[in-house]
Nanobody, 124 residues
Framework: QVQLVESGGGLVQAGGSLRLSCAAS????????LGWFRQAPGKEREFVAA????????YGPDSVKGRFTISRENAKNTVYLQMNSLKPEDTAVYYC?????????????????WGQGTQVTVSS
């Protein structure tokens, strides 16, 4: 079992930055691929970024490429999502997820554990 707790969300103006953190407890953190997803009101949960056990990473929508960076610090059992140049369309609840595999996937159903989410609101 893995417990995930996100933090770092909040209200920011367009063009600003936020860094989300997700602290994990439970099983060996380095054995898991990790992902960030987001869900805006009335929309389906959307893949944002993922990172595997060794640091290889991938990103979802073209709209976040070049602005968001996922990273992990296995010694601290933490995964991060650095978000720069934020836009109002980035407004959503952001979720951290863990997959019982060394390799990442982009599908919501591929992840076994989820955090409770953290709200990110970007004002125009």
């Amino acid at each position: 079992q893995v417990q995930l707790v996100e933090s770092g969300g909040g209200l920011v103006q367009a063009g600003g930055s936020l860094r989300l953190s997700c602290a994990a407890s439970g099983r060996t953190f380095s054995n898991y691929a990790l992902g960030w997803f987001r869900q805006a009101p009335g929309k389906e949960r959307e893949f944002v970024a993922a990172i595997n056990w060794s640091g290889g990473r991938t990103y979802g929508p073209d709209s976040v490429k070049g602005r968001f960076t996922i990273s992990r610090e296995n010694a601290k059992n933490t995964v991060y999502l650095q978000m720069n140049s934020l836009k109002p369309e980035d407004t959503a609840v952001y979720y951290c997820a863990a997959r019982s595999s060394f390799c990442y996937r982009t599908e919501v159903g591929s992840y076994d554990y989820w955090g409770q989410g953290t709200q990110v609101t970007v004002s125009s």
